[in-house]
């Protein structure tokens, strides 16, 4: 005889899903030219390194506190972490002459210096308190300003390499963790409807990216014609919004579909626990379904927090520096699920 | 980027196109490059067409189409200088999706506005304004206007574009371009 899961016990155990769980982090973050400088892309080494010093020299006068640091004084490992973790590119790496990050951490702000173009400033706040990273990204903007001949003009706004960012430079991505939706069969619609609100739907990784483990990054496509006070409005309102749908949808999985959940959840830490070679991939996949759970507060002993941060650790730059050694890439898998099998250990299905 | 012939939807292909002699390369949807392998292939005589009046609906639409497509031609002939600050061609930016400097949007202003308008449904800023950079704009404006008074020998004009560069202060090269 099948089991029925009992709905009602499900239902009562749930705890209630807070945005945070959901809205992951939100970055603001500003596209800036110098007036009489060629693009990054165009550029040679020599304007690079010229770029990199007059934004060297402003950071210092206005005493902002971070301190400019070329790319090339990075080592390898370290500039993977700094790319895991959301505060620069790829396309940083990749154009790695002049190229320069400046961090302000206590405010939560990077600074990507001759990346696509000259300055891509990026302030970052917690779940989507999109006005807090706006205005620590407009801070500095401001100071810099001070300083630099910014390329602008009153028709066109800021001037930027691309012209998919003319105007205020400006955009605005709440990062969100959508599996309810996906499991729901119900994330494509969603997908489509901010999409035709003119809003850019991406991966965890940025533009080009899957989106590993549902996570997905909602930003705006328009950057003219609009201040930047009202982008960052309608980004974290249609956020939120999007928010509260993944939220229904998971209370409906757990109403609705309390056997399809469990077995989701049950295989994902079951995997974690017991897998003896896990790619960055597949542990996403089977981190994500956890974090789903946590939230819910379907494990024991486990957090939404905690899982975050073993996303975060799991990730190649991170795990070789937690081993403090280079790890060919079969290598990293075995590492990577033993990592996770010790860390959730620990942890039990409840009910 | 979009197509450059209906800006409506992304270019996926490239087509050649030969204009007053010269061979352009067009990024274009696969709509429009249908269209266009169209248009290279010479229709068979209708049976209306006898070839003698040349009043017949092929023919004239074809003039119809040449004539649009001349105008696009012209356009894209006059785009294909290069930015006069930084060297970029046309070609050379399209290819990469990068502009070169921010005298591009200048220099390849005719190409940019619908790209603009496609990617933004706008093209006018209304947001943040840096002062130092708007001061240095209209500086930049006030000297090309008076330049250009200079050069057409409107000298009264000149001097009030003079007046209003020293307004707004910080730079003496005004002063050089007219003489009192």
């Known amino acids: 005889m099948r089991m029925t899961p009992d709905v009602d016990a499900s239902a009562r155990r749930t705890k209630t899903v807070s945005a945070g769980d959901i809205a992951m982090s939100c970055r603001v973050r500003l596209a800036r030219n110098l007036s009489d400088e060629r693009f990054p892309d165009w550029a040679t080494e020599c304007d690079r390194e010229r770029v990199f010093a007059k934004v060297r020299a402003a950071l ?40 320069g990050i400046a961090r302000l951490e206590k405010s939560q702000v990077c600074m990507m210096v001759n990346e696509e173009d000259h300055l891509r400033i990026q302030g970052f706040s917690f779940g989507l308190d999109m006005q807090t990273a706006w205005q620590r990204a407009d801070q500095l903007d401001t100071l810099l300003e001070r300083q630099l001949n910014y390329a602008w003009s009153p028709r066109f706004g800021y001037l930027t390499a691309c012209p998919s960012n003319v105007g205020t430079g400006l955009r605005a991505s709440a990062m969100v963790h959508l599996l309810g939706l996906r ?3 119900e994330l494509e619609a969603v997908v489509r409807g901010l999409e035709r609100m003119r809003l850019l739907v991406r991966g965890i990784g940025g533009e080009g990216s899957e989106a590993a483990g549902q996570i997905y990054q909602i930003s705006n496509m328009d950057a003219l014609g609009v201040s930047e006070e009202t982008i960052v409005q309608r980004v974290a309102r249609i956020s939120g919004e999007v928010v ?14 309390p056997l399809v959940l469990m077995d989701c959840l049950a295989r994902s830490l079951s995997v974690l626990q017991n897998a003896r070679l896990l790619s ?55 590492v990577r699920a033993g990592f996770l099998s010790r860390k959730l250990a620990h942890v039990k299905l409840k009910g | 980027m979009k197509c450059e012939m209906c800006h409506q939807v992304e270019a996926e292909t490239v087509v050649h196109k030969t204009i007053e002699g010269e061979i352009l390369e ?152 007219l003489a009192p």
């Open chain 1, 60 to 99: 210092e006068t206005e005493k902002t506190g971070a301190t400019l640091e070329p790319v090339a004084s990075f080592d390898a490992q370290h500039l993977e972490m700094l790319r895991e973790a959301h505060l620069i590119s790829k396309d940083l790496l990749e154009h790695a002459a002049g190229g």
């Open chain 1, 183 to 185: 499991l729901l069969g």
């Open chain 1, 244 to 257: 509260r749908q993944e939220h229904n949808a998971r209370v409906r999985l757990v109403q609705e579909m």
């Open chain 1, 280 to 334: 960055t991939v597949e542990a996403l996949e089977f981190l994500s379904a956890m974090r789903l759970g946590a939230a819910l507060g379907f494990f024991t002993r486990l957090k939404v927090f905690d899982i975050d941060k073993l996303i975060l650790l799991m990730q190649p730059g991170h795990m070789q520096q937690g081993m403090k050694t280079s790890l060919m890439s079969e290598e990293r898998d075995e």
């Open chain 2, 26 to 177: 067009l990024f274009v949807c696969q709509e429009c490059a249908r269209r266009e392998s169209r248009r290279d292939v010479p229709h068979p005589p209708l049976p209306h067409d006898n070839g003698e009046d040349g009043v017949s609906a092929v023919p004239l639409m074809g003039m119809i189409l040449d004539a649009a497509f001349e105008i696009v031609g012209k356009s894209i002939n006059r785009e294909e200088t290069a930015c006069p600050v930084c060297g970029i061609s046309r070609g050379e930016y399209r290819k990469r999706s990068r502009l070169g400097c921010p005298a591009c949007y200048e220099a390849f202003s005719k190409d940019l506005e619908a790209a603009i308008s496609d990617l933004h449904r706008a093209t006018q800023h209304t947001g943040k304004t840096p002062e130092k950079a708007k001061a240095a704009w209209q500086r930049q404006q006030l000297l090309n206007a008076l330049d250009d008074a200079v050069k057409g020998q409107r000298y009264e004009e000149a001097i009030i574009l003079r007046d209003q560069l020293g307004k707004l202060g910080g730079d003496e090269s005004a002063k050089g371009r």
